[in-house]
T-cell receptor
């Protein structure tokens, strides 16, 4: 089954404790992205990657890092999480082109205390 | 930067009623995507529109893109409780690429039995 898999689905942690949210897709997609979704602000792009070793900032990259060492994986790293990073996070993947919808994972609900 | 305005923000309808959700952009839309999200869950791809005047249907949901490619509408006929959720429109920011999407803030639909 074609899918984007995120782990963990839920995480409660404390300020300053480094964490990584993993994302893996099995569709051989070139493009991958991370979004965060917050009430009243909608879905905002954090980082995206157009292929292996090619990443770029989205709209809200501060406080986040990403890497794309393999085509299927695109982890999101919070080196020193803070409470304002409490949010619902989504990973997505797609093929290149304007007629290629992004496929989303089920989301990771992150709470930073 | 391009922004997408969705209206209404929320909608409560009686089962069996028709409804329309709008998505408006200040700039030309290169690729327009409609997604549905159950509360706190992942985004499910519904339809994609690319050409001016294009219209697509799936079951009781019809999406249209106007000729100027700056406004899209999502119409649900004879709504059912299963249609409840948050509907999001998303658009490619650049011509030829789906790596950077901008999203509207969503329309929350409630269908009362």
């Amino acid at each position: 089954e074609a899918q984007v898999t995120q782990n963990p689905r839920y995480l409660i942690t404390v300020t300053g404790k480094k964490l990584t949210v993993t994302c893996s897709q099995n569709m051989n997609h070139e493009y991958m992205s991370w979004y965060r979704q917050d009430p009243g602000l909608g879905l905002r792009q954090i980082y995206y990657s157009m292929n292996v070793e090619v990443t770029d900032k989205g709209d809200v990259p501060e406080g986040y890092k990403v890497s794309r060492k393999e085509k299927r994986n695109f982890p999101l790293i919070l080196e020193s999480p803070s409470p304002n990073q409490t949010s619902l996070y989504f990973c997505a993947s797609s093929r290149p082109g304007n007629n290629q919808p992004q496929h989303f994972g089920d989301g990771t609900r992150l709470s930073i205390l | 930067s391009q922004e997408l305005e969705q209206s209404p923000q929320s909608l409560i309808v009686q089962e069996g009623k028709n409804l329309t959700i709008n998505c408006t952009s200040s700039k030309t839309l290169y690729g327009l995507y409609w997604y549905k999200q159950k509360y706190g869950e992942g985004l499910i791809f519904l339809m994609m529109l690319q050409k001016g005047g294009e219209e697509k249907s799936h079951e009781k949901i019809t999406a249209k893109l106007d000729e100027k490619k700056q406004q899209s509408s999502l119409h649900i006929t004879a709504s059912q409780p299963s249609h409840a959720g948050i509907y999001l429109c998303g658009a490619d920011r650049t011509q030829g690429g789906s790596e950077k999407l901008v999203f509207g803030k969503g329309t929350k639909l409630t269908v009362n039995p």
